[in-house]
Every structure is written in structure tokens, then in C-alpha cells.
């Protein structure tokens, strides 16, 4: 309890270093490239390794295990996609699309997606349709908002997307909101319940990964997406990062959960 | 010794063996609220929480006179024995256990699941339990 802010403080450091890395790039944009995707890989990885672990402090059957073990192999899948990607640089072979990197990050989310439909459904979330209705009704103005720009582009630049991209884009979308939606009436179940406290790390993750794969699919589009050259890949990278940052943190903050001592009261 | 064999006794009952069925339905009703909060911070906190739940509760009643007043050694021991004690001075122990318990779960599960866990609970309880909860107000809704 004492050191609740010791966790988001960490995350906040390890991202304003990668921030000067990212500004600075001492060693050039090839090596910046080379950082970026191995600490996606490292982050994917522990997440994983955390996920699959904080699984096991549940009692075999409950469904809280389950949704660990779902997001544990997600976050598995995500991590051999990352590491494919590595491999695929380090051989010097482009990468066609979609490739195997793309189908098993694809199969990953998923299954991280998933996890936290699960959940929704194994706590029988009741709370107000008038709640409901609010949360809702933010997430789809996100929604709009997002997919106008997207429309709005396309007719603007009519060829330039491939109708495959575009699908694949709204699919991630969608789907990052439509389990967002869930994941913040789970939240808004919990309060403040200590219980609460690893989901939002997830929902923040799941949120960030639409962030930073919106202004992925967006720089792929107009060919802006170079790591290192101009904000809107900035954005991509570091929400990428960010959530495999938070996704593990959420794992971590399920592990540790402790309820304060006595004196602590 | 068992919780429930006493309360379907038919025969009336001299002072004594009264106040021990009064007591064995009111350590039911108290081990039936706790076990249902363990359940449910297992299933959605883990294991690890639900036993310091049980052992930040169990911290509670020593320093609350539980063995003093009851001459159990801890809250566990409840599965095997009933207190012989005064109807009214065990109901007023289980009521602030309770009540902490309460307290302690609510931080853990929030609000609103506690709500649920707590009129789950309640609808479920035996007529005579529910009734004995209803004299003695040991679970609470607020």
C-alpha cells in the first residue's frame, strides 16, 4: 500500500528515458529501430511471464484464472510476434503484409481481448444503464470520432489505402474499444476496490495499444511511419510500448496485491 | 458437534440448552458470512488476499477478546466448536466482527461488489438463520 505510486513511477522513468532515447538517438534511427522492437519483445515477454504467474494464485476452475491464462497466452503470442519481426530485420528479409508477424499478433490480441470479455462476464457486472449508457456513449464518440478521420482520409485520398489495411485497421479498433467498453464497466464495478487496481492497468494497455495502433495504421497509410523521424511515429511507438508496459504492470500489481496492515489503517 | 442438529429440536428447552442453540445458529450464520466473503476474494483477488483477509480477521479478534470471551483460541475453530457464552454478549462480538470484516472487505472488493456478494448472501440463508440475522443484525446491508 505504502509504495502503491512506486509502479506507475517506474513506467513514467523507463518511457521519459526511451522519450530522450527516441529525441536524441545517439547511435543513429537503425539502432533506435533495433531498441524499439526488442523492448517491445522485453515488455511483451514479461508481461507474459507475469500473466501466466498471477494465474496461478487463483484456485483451479475459478474463472480469474482463466482470464490470466487467456491474457498470459496472448501476451505469449504477441511477444514470439515481436520477436519474428527481430529475426525478419536481423536476416535482412523484408517483411511482406500481412506476414506471420502480422497473423500472430492478430491471433495474440485475440486472446488478450478475450481475457478481458471473461472477466466481464465471470463478476456478472451490475451496475446502473444509466452507467452503462454514459460509458457507452463515450467510447462510441471515441469511435466516431476516429473512424470519420479514417473515412475522411480515404475519400480525400482516394487509392492510397488498401481496402485489406483498412479492414484489418477497423477490426483492431473496434475490437481495442468494444473490450475497453467492457474492461471500464468492470472498473467502474470495482470502485475502489483493491481488486480493481490491475484492470486498470489492463484497460489502460488495451487503450493505448488502440492509440498507438491507429497512428501505426495511419503512418502506414501515408507512408509516415518511420521510427524515430516525426511525431506521429513517436506516437505509435511509444503507446506500443507503453501498453506492454502496462500490461505487465498489471500483472506485477495482481501478483503484489496486499491488503494494508493493521497499522497502516 | 454439529451447527444445525440443534435448531430442529422439537422438545421444549430449559434456559441453558436454548441459549446454546441461540449461539450455534448465531456461529453458523457468523461462518456462513465469513466463508462466503473468503470465497469471493479468492475468486476475484486470489488466494494470497483471502488468506491475509482471514488472518488480518483473525488479528482482529484476538485483540478483541475472542478468547477471552469465548475460550476458542482463534476464529477457525469455530468449524469444530461452539461458544458457551451468553446469547447476547456473543451476538454483540459477532455483530463487530462482523462489521469489520465489512469494513475490510469493502476495501478490497469495493462497494458495489460487496453489495452483491452481501444479497446473494442473504437471500440464500436458511428462514431460521435469516430471521436470527434479521433479530440480530449481524450481516447488514449499509
Known amino acids: ?265 | 458437534m454439529s451447527f444445525m442438529q440443534s435448531s430442529f429440536l422439537d422438545e421444549p428447552l430449559d434456559p441453558t440448552g436454548a441459549n446454546q442453540v441461540v449461539c450455534a445458529d448465531l456461529s453458523l450464520l457468523f461462518t456462513l458470512f465469513i466463508t462466503r466473503l473468503l470465497e469471493v476474494i479468492a475468486r476475484t483477488g486470489g488466494k494470497p488476499l483471502a488468506d491475509q483477509f482471514a488472518q488480518q480477521l483473525n488479528f482482529y479478534a484476538r485483540q478483541h477478546g475472542w478468547s477471552v470471551l469465548t475460550g476458542l483460541t482463534d476464529l477457525t475453530e469455530l468449524r469444530y466448536r461452539i461458544p458457551d457464552v451468553d446469547v447476547k454478549i456473543l451476538a454483540s462480538v459477532y455483530v463487530s466482527y462482523a462489521q469489520y470484516a465489512q469494513k475490510l472487505t469493502r476495501q478490497i472488493l469495493g462497494e458495489q461488489l460487496l453489495k452483491s456478494t452481501l444479497v446473494t448472501m442473504l437471500t440464500n440463508l436458511p428462514s431460521d438463520i435469516a430471521q436470527l440475522n434479521t433479530q440480530y443484525g449481524v450481516v447488514r446491508l449499509t
Open chain 1, 1 to 265: 500500500m505504502k509504495r502503491a505510486w512506486l509502479t506507475p513511477t517506474t513506467i513514467v522513468g523507463l518511457l521519459g528515458v526511451y522519450g530522450v532515447l527516441y529525441l536524441w538517438q545517439p547511435d543513429g534511427a537503425e539502432v533506435l529501430l533495433v531498441v524499439t522492437h526488442v523492448l517491445f519483445a522485453a515488455c511483451a515477454l514479461l508481461a507474459s511471464i507475469l500473466a501466466l504467474k498471477a494465474s496461478g494464485i487463483f484456485e483451479p476452475g475459478v474463472a480469474s484464472r482463466r482470464v490470466w491464462l487467456a491474457f498470459g497466452a496472448g501476451m505469449t503470442a504477441l511477444t514470439i510476434s515481436e520477436m519474428l519481426w527481430i529475426v525478419y530485420y536481423v536476416v535482412g528479409q523484408p517483411i511482406p503484409y500481412p506476414s506471420i508477424v502480422d497473423v500472430s499478433w492478430g491471433i495474440g490480441f485475440i486472446s488478450v481481448l478475450a481475457s478481458l470479455v471473461l472477466q466481464y462476464r465471470a463478476l456478472d457486472v451490475q451496475i446502473s444503464r444509466r452507467r452503462k449508457l454514459l460509458v457507452l456513449a463515450a467510447y462510441l464518440g471515441v469511435l466516431l470520432v476516429f473512424l470519420g478521420l479514417l473515412i475522411g482520409h480515404i475519400l480525400a485520398n482516394p487509392g492510397e489505402v488498401a481496402v485489406m489495411q483498412l479492414l484489418i485497421s477497423a477490426y483492431y479498433l473496434i475490437g481495442d474499444l468494444g473490450v475497453a467498453f467492457l474492461a471500464t464497466l468492470t472498473l467502474v464495478y470495482f470502485g475502489k476496490g483493491l481488486v480493481g487496481r490491475p484492470w486498470r492497468y489492463l484497460l489502460s494497455s488495451i487503450l493505448l495499444f488502440a492509440v498507438g495502433g491507429l497512428a501505426f495504421s495511419y503512418g502506414t497509410w501515408t507512408n509516415a511511419y518511420v521510427t524515430g523521424s516525426n511525431f506521429l511515429s513517436g506516437v505509435a511507438d511509444v503507446g506500443y510500448l507503453s501498453a506492454y508496459m502496462l500490461a505487465a504492470a498489471g500483472g506485477y500489481i495482481q501478483l503484489t496485491l496486499r491488503l494494508p496492515s493493521v497499522d497502516e489503517e
